[in-house]
């Protein structure tokens, strides 16, 4: 049988392989058939964990075909080796690895801290290196961070003013502000307009050409989603003197009743209250005078009541309500309103003659006498006592009450000189 020069060099190669085969198999095994292993490789992709801080994060590695190989798990930032195949090497004792019959290799971080955030690898020890990355991330909850959030601010009336609050935590948290008593946030858009908003988002939050109706507590509220959200309270105080508003300026009453005198003052800081009567005399509070205060943020309600209206109590009074940046008062006057009947001669009639008001008399019967008398007032006009005139009383006619108008208007005219 003839070879070729190609059949002659296969020859030689096969038997050099057969050499080797003997060489390095006992003498027998040398009739037995050769099995090739198979080198190891990874069953599935490693999942990525998002996990809350505290909580545990297990990392698998699934490996088939492991057979003499090891498994290590490494930090892949800085190629840490924390565990070769059933041993922990790195010295974090929140560190530990399982496995599953040399299959499924787990590594365990218990109580996950932020410093944990990032990618692990998992390798086999083959002549070249396989490797498999996953990657953990670690959620934070909110954390106000004080040294940059403001404080409680007062501002004067008219300036300018912001509130800053920042927060950390992972993902980076939102920052929404509103009201702690749940009315709107006033912001001002231009120099006549100001707009309402139940909550506003942003770290800053700025006020222009500030208003007393801005003033109050704000909630500075961080949230990421990771349970739970936190806030901080910060107020904002709005400084201004005060200011008296009186409704009823002029008030007459019939002697021997309970006169009631009002007035409302705003301001900031808080003021200092109380009444005088007749430039001099300040009032007390006693059985003849009942003084209450009602205070609500920067607004104050004053109230007096004269018990048993005599002559002694006719004049003026004021309200004053002072504090470190100014002083108000208010004025009010006081004076006598005479009630009668008049009955005019041969006259079945009945007239109730008030100041500030109109005579009425019983609905179905004559009226000869209907005038309305003012006297002793040493202004006129102002809010007046009411009368408790019969339901479906005729009103006087119009030329008592242009005589009534008219006489009013002559006795604020005397009174301003």
């Given at each position: 049988?003839?070879?070729?020069?190609?059949?002659?060099?296969?020859?030689?190669?096969?038997?050099?392989?057969?050499?080797?085969?003997?060489?390095?198999?006992?003498?027998?095994?040398?009739?037995?058939?050769?099995?090739?292993?198979?080198?190891?490789?990874?069953?599935?992709?490693?999942?990525?964990?998002?996990?809350?801080?505290?909580?545990?994060?297990?990392?698998?590695?699934?490996?088939?075909?492991?057979?003499?190989?090891?498994?290590?798990?490494?930090?892949?930032?800085?190629?840490?080796?924390?565990?070769?195949?059933?041993?922990?090497?790195?010295?974090?004792?929140?560190?530990?690895?399982?496995?599953?019959?040399?299959?499924?290799?787990?590594?365990?971080?218990?109580?996950?801290?932020?410093?944990?955030?990032?990618?692990?690898?998992?390798?086999?020890?083959?002549?070249?290196?396989?490797?498999?990355?996953?990657?953990?991330?670690?959620?934070?909850?909110?954390?106000?961070?004080?040294?940059?959030?403001?404080?409680?601010?007062?501002?004067?009336?008219?300036?300018?003013?912001?509130?800053?609050?920042?927060?950390?935590?992972?993902?980076?948290?939102?920052i929404t502000w509103k009201r702690e008593d749940g009315d709107a946030i006033l912001m001002r858009r231009g120099p006549r307009d100001i707009v309402k908003v139940d909550t506003y988002n942003g770290s800053m939050l700025h006020f222009w050409r500030l208003d007393r109706r801005q003033m109050g507590a704000f909630?500075?509220?961080?949230?990421?989603?990771?349970?739970?959200?936190?806030?901080?309270?910060?107020?904002?105080?709005?400084?201004?003197?005060?200011?008296?508003?009186?409704?009823?300026?002029?008030?007459?009453?019939?002697?021997?009743?309970?006169?009631?005198?009002?007035?409302?003052?705003?301001?900031?800081?808080?003021?200092?209250?109380?009444?005088?009567?007749?430039?001099?005399?300040?009032?007390?509070?006693?059985?003849?005078?009942?003084?209450?205060?009602?205070?609500?943020?920067?607004?104050?309600?004053?109230?007096?009541?004269?018990?048993?209206?005599?002559?002694?109590?006719?004049?003026?009074?004021n309200c004053v309500s002072t504090n470190s940046l100014g002083r108000a008062e208010g004025t009010l006057r006081l004076y006598e309103v005479k009630i009668y009947t008049g009955v005019p001669p041969g006259s079945t009639d009945y007239h109730l003659a008030i100041a500030g008001g109109l005579a009425e008399v019983?609905?179905?019967?004559?009226?000869?006498?209907?005038?309305?008398?003012?006297?002793?007032?040493?202004?006129?006009?102002?809010?007046?006592?009411?009368?408790?005139?019969?339901?479906?009383?005729?009103?006087?006619?119009?030329?008592?009450?242009?005589?009534?108008?008219?006489?009013?208007?002559?006795?604020?005219?005397?009174?301003?000189?």
């Amino acid at each position: 049988m003839l070879f070729n020069v190609h059949d002659e060099e296969m020859i030689e190669e096969a038997w050099e392989a057969l050499e080797i085969e003997l060489r390095v198999a006992p003498p027998e095994q040398w009739g037995a058939t050769t099995r090739v292993s198979e080198d190891p490789e990874f069953g599935l992709p490693i999942r990525n964990l998002t996990v809350p801080v505290g909580r545990e994060a297990v990392l698998s590695c699934q490996v088939d075909h492991l057979g003499k190989y090891k498994v290590g798990w490494l930090k892949a930032s800085d190629q840490t080796i924390l565990t070769l195949h059933t041993k922990v090497v790195t010295h974090n004792s929140r560190i530990s690895v399982t496995h599953d019959s040399h299959r499924t290799w787990n590594l365990h971080i218990r109580q996950v801290k932020e410093a944990d955030r990032g990618c692990y690898m998992c390798q086999i020890n083959t002549s070249v290196m396989k490797k498999q990355i996953g990657c953990v991330d670690v959620h934070v909850p909110p954390d106000i961070v004080y040294d940059d959030t403001s404080a409680d601010l007062s501002v004067q009336e008219g300036e300018n003013a912001t509130l800053s609050c920042k927060a950390t935590g992972h993902p980076p948290p939102r920052i929404t502000w509103k009201r702690e008593d749940g009315d709107a946030i006033l912001m001002r858009r231009g120099p006549r307009d100001i707009v309402k908003v139940d909550t506003y988002n942003g770290s800053m939050l700025h006020f222009w050409r500030l208003d007393r109706r801005q003033m109050g507590a704000f909630l500075c509220i961080a949230s990421n989603d990771v349970p739970p959200a936190v806030s901080k309270r910060i107020i904002l105080n709005v400084n201004f003197a005060p200011v008296i508003k009186v409704p009823n300026q002029l008030l007459g009453a019939p002697l021997g009743t309970d006169v009631h005198l009002e007035c409302y003052v705003e301001a900031f800081p808080n003021t200092i209250n109380y009444w005088i009567k007749n430039r001099g005399e300040m009032l007390l509070d006693g059985p003849k005078y009942t003084i209450k205060e009602n205070r609500a943020s920067y607004k104050v309600y004053m109230s007096l009541i004269i018990r048993g209206f005599g002559r002694s109590d006719i004049g003026t009074y004021n309200c004053v309500s002072t504090n470190s940046l100014g002083r108000a008062e208010g004025t009010l006057r006081l004076y006598e309103v005479k009630i009668y009947t008049g009955v005019p001669p041969g006259s079945t009639d009945y007239h109730l003659a008030i100041a500030g008001g109109l005579a009425e008399v019983p609905k179905g019967q004559s009226s000869r006498a209907k005038s309305a008398v003012l006297e002793d007032s040493p202004g006129g006009g102002g809010a007046a006592a009411s009368t408790g005139a019969a339901p479906g009383a005729a009103a006087v006619p119009d030329a008592a009450l242009l005589h009534a108008l008219l006489l009013v208007l002559f006795l604020l005219v005397h009174s301003g000189r």
